[in-house]
């Protein structure tokens, strides 16, 4: 089991404004409830819809965003493997998204100060989960299922019941952010 | 034909390459697991030593419950030393693209592979082409298979630096350094550096992507080479980057340069950052 994590915290979700305020860049938390996944070519489409003014495919006000593609769901399995990707690679998409109301993104690396900035500025948070514990990940998922853009596969965008999710504080509201020590 | 010369099989080159990819995907060597526990040893740093306990501790549910060790189940590589005796059949890509669109079902692996890398569709759902590459070695009538599986994300930190000749090893040392600065956290360390210099642009690429092959904490063989490793890892922990960039005493595993014959205008130098998932498995065939 994974043991030694300071300030652990167990949080239910959604994860509401106030809960948000609270948290602090570092904190390690234990997150139940839903998540939805969208990576590269999945933010592309949200921004794109957005431009157009289309209506999203799934409401994204107090909802977490986690960068990742999973693996196919073994036969008997709840979930194959699934972790996250490097955040950076959204970076030209988190400000547009944060404007609709996310609660935070979950995802792996630093970003840069400009969109750690924008994040706070709209209350989200930037949460980091560990690259390559994929398996372990995956093993705190209780059920996966495709609610939008199911042409791209592993990009799809995947609603995910999780419970005992551990990620870290990397971004929070108040501007910490722990990839950069001088903030 | 020459008398005595062993053709392989299609078929066995096939399951050869499925049982290798699930090995690679599933079930961390132990050279690297080692690396990975001796780096939660020597970590001070609560954060780091937080994600280095969660990456053990991932390898060990990946075996138990047979999951790819992370979603990203890479990029496939097939490294064949074929040894004296022993020849390859005409079809040899085909079936090594079988065994790979088998092991992609077999073992649940997500298929990360797209044809057409400017446009925008849905995967192709079956990891291939593999990437072959081809030498010799000093077996007799068998050949080694070594499959590896490389993440995109840390694919996408390597570098390729066409130093001056005159840079010498202080050049090479102030390349992978910047590339470890500049990109080391979004490669997920701890970090596997792999660096090849000399032959050219794509040679010393190549060479790297062999380096990852050597197990850890093996040092080069020639004592220049192995020194300069160990200058480079220490410096290259005295980053603090640390395990998932999250700050710490351990950002790299270890370091291995290959070198090879280059020419007197260059000094071709490629830098992989191999994540801490190092998925490799080889077989004597």
Request: one cysteine or more.
């Amino acid at each position: 089991m994974v043991s030694a994590a300071p300030n652990m915290k167990k949080i239910k979700l959604p994860l509401d404004r106030k809960t948000r305020e609270k948290l602090r860049a570092g904190d390690v938390v234990l997150l139940e409830g839903r998540l939805f996944t969208a990576r590269d070519q999945a933010h592309r489409r949200l921004v794109e819809a957005l431009s157009r003014g289309d209506v999203l495919p799934l409401e994204l006000r107090d909802e977490i965003i986690f960068y990742a593609g999973p693996t196919p769901v073994p036969e008997g399995k709840k979930s194959g493997s699934i972790g996250p990707t490097t955040s950076a690679r959204m970076d030209p998409f988190a400000a547009r998204l944060a404007e609709q109301g996310v609660a935070a993104f979950i995802g792996k690396g630093p970003r840069s100060q400009e969109v750690c900035r924008a994040l706070a500025e709209n209350g989200t948070l930037y949460l980091v989960a560990v690259g390559g514990a994929g398996a372990l990940l995956g093993s705190r998922v209780k059920t996966i299922r495709t609610v939008a853009y199911e042409d791209l596969g592993p990009e799809a965008i995947y609603e995910l019941e999780v419970e005992d999710f551990p990620v870290i504080v990397a971004c929070d509201l108040q501007g910490a952010d722990i990839h950069n020590s001088n903030s | 034909m020459m008398s005595g010369l062993r053709v392989l099989a299609e078929e066995e080159i096939s399951s050869t390459v499925t049982q290798l990819a699930g090995r690679a995907s599933l079930d961390l060597p132990a050279d690297v697991e080692d690396g990975l526990r001796s780096a939660l040893e020597a970590e001070s740093q609560p954060r780091a030593r937080f994600a280095l306990e969660m990456i053990i501790e991932n390898a060990r549910i990946a075996r138990e419950k047979n999951l790819p060790l992370c979603q990203d189940t890479g990029f496939f590589h097939l490294f064949v030393s074929l040894g004296n005796a022993t020849a390859l059949p005409a079809r040899f890509q085909a079936a090594a693209d079988t065994g790979i669109k088998v092991a992609t079902e077999k073992y649940y692996l997500r298929s990360s592979i797209i044809s057409d890398p400017l446009s925008v569709r849905p995967d192709r759902g079956d990891n291939s082409p593999l990437l072959v590459h081809i030498d010799q070695c000093d077996l007799d009538s068998a050949a080694r298979f070594t499959v590896l599986a490389k993440g995109g994300g840390s694919e996408n930190t390597t570098g390729l630096h066409m130093l001056l000749p005159g840079e010498g090893s202080a050049g090479l040392k102030k390349a992978v350094l910047e590339t470890v600065l500049a990109k080391g956290a979004w490669a997920c360390p701890p970090l596997v550096v792999s660096i090849g210099v000399g032959a050219d642009a794509a040679g010393c690429l190549e060479l790297a992507l062999k380096g990852l092959l050597r197990p850890l904490g093996e040092r080069s063989e020639r004592n220049h080479l192995a020194d300069l490793e160990e200058d480079l890892l220490s410096q290259i922990n005295a980053t603090g980057i640390g395990a998932s960039g999250l700050g710490g005493d351990i950002t790299a595993l270890d370091v291995h340069i290959e070198e090879a014959p280059t020419h007197i205008a260059c000094l071709p130098v490629g830098i992989i950052l191999c994540c801490h998932a190092l998925r490799r498995a080889s077989l004597e065939v």
